[in-house]
């Protein structure tokens, strides 16, 4: 199963994660876990949003590497837009 981490820099973890949670929770199943962290359910695949005190932790697995791009800009391109004013960028790491 291919997977990739995002660590995004920011003081605002808790608050983008929220907001990513609740955007896309409108199309997908969202898992609220504790300590602030979410699991968002795509069809082939998931993301996990962890917020650290300076940067937003996001990891995405799933079934195939086709599965994990859309994945990865699904998240990645909504976050962006999210923080567009703070200039967040978002750059995936694939998983060893």
Same mark, same amino acid.
């Not at 983008?16 to 504790?34: C, D, F, N, T």
């Not at 699991?39 to 695949?45: D, E, I, Q, S, T």
């Not at 993301?47 to 650290?52: D, F, G, I, K, S």
């Not at 994990?68 to 750059?91: I, M, P, S």
């Given at each position: 199963? @291919?997977?990739?981490?995002?660590?995004?820099?920011?003081?605002?973890? =808790?608050?983008?994660?929220?907001?990513?949670?609740?955007?896309?929770?409108?199309?997908?199943?969202? =898992?609220?876990?504790?300590?602030?962290?979410?699991?968002?359910?795509?069809?082939?695949?998931?993301?996990?949003?962890? @917020?650290? @005190? =300076?940067?937003?932790?996001?990891?995405?697995?799933? =079934?195939?590497?086709?599965?994990?791009?859309?994945?990865?800009?699904?998240?990645?391109?909504?976050?962006?837009?999210?923080?567009?004013?703070?200039?967040?960028?978002?750059?995936?790491?694939?998983?060893?």
């Amino acid at each position: 199963m @291919p997977s990739s981490t995002a660590f995004v820099v920011t003081d605002a973890a =808790e608050r983008y994660a929220k907001q990513l949670a609740s955007h896309l929770g409108r199309k997908i199943e969202v =898992e609220e876990l504790p300590d602030g962290v979410r699991r968002l359910v795509f069809a082939k695949g998931d993301a996990v949003l962890t @917020p650290e @005190p =300076e940067r937003l932790v996001m990891r995405a697995d799933a =079934e195939d590497a086709a599965s994990l791009a859309v994945v990865e800009d699904v998240v990645g391109r909504h976050l962006e837009r999210f923080g567009q004013r703070n200039e967040l960028a978002v750059t995936w790491q694939k998983d060893s």
